[in-house]
């Protein structure tokens, strides 16, 4: 188990978020396209180099929650959302956000 201080829970924090913007002049919206991208890219190259190195293929568990229809008579909705991840695009995503911090 981690113990964080009140000091370093601030630093993570204030490095993460500060007021609802991501940091070092990006917003949002940047970071979750870069990682978006970081992880499409991870996951082509974990097929294509998954006869190469099998373990970049391998599955991690599903991400998500089954889809939710709401019928209201005039319209329906139906939300869901699932996110599958292998080892290359699990890479892909770490890469693209320490990308994010360094740009």
Do not use: C, H
């Not at 917003?27 to 996951?43: E, M, N, R």
Request: charged share 10%; net charge positive; aromatic share 12%.
């Amino acid at each position: 188990m981690i113990n964080l201080d009140e000091t370093s829970f601030y630093f993570i924090s204030v490095i993460i978020f500060k007021g609802g913007v991501v940091l070092k002049g990006r917003g949002l919206g940047f970071l979750i396209i870069l990682l978006i991208i970081g992880g499409l890219l991870g996951s082509l190259l974990g097929i294509g180099l998954g006869n190469v190195w099998p373990v970049l293929k391998q599955g991690l568990p599903l991400i998500g929650f089954e889809p939710v229809t709401m019928d209201l008579s005039v319209i329906t909705f139906t939300f869901g959302f699932a996110l599958k991840l292998n080892v290359a695009s699990a890479i892909g995503l770490i890469l693209a956000f320490l990308l994010y911090f360094k740009l």
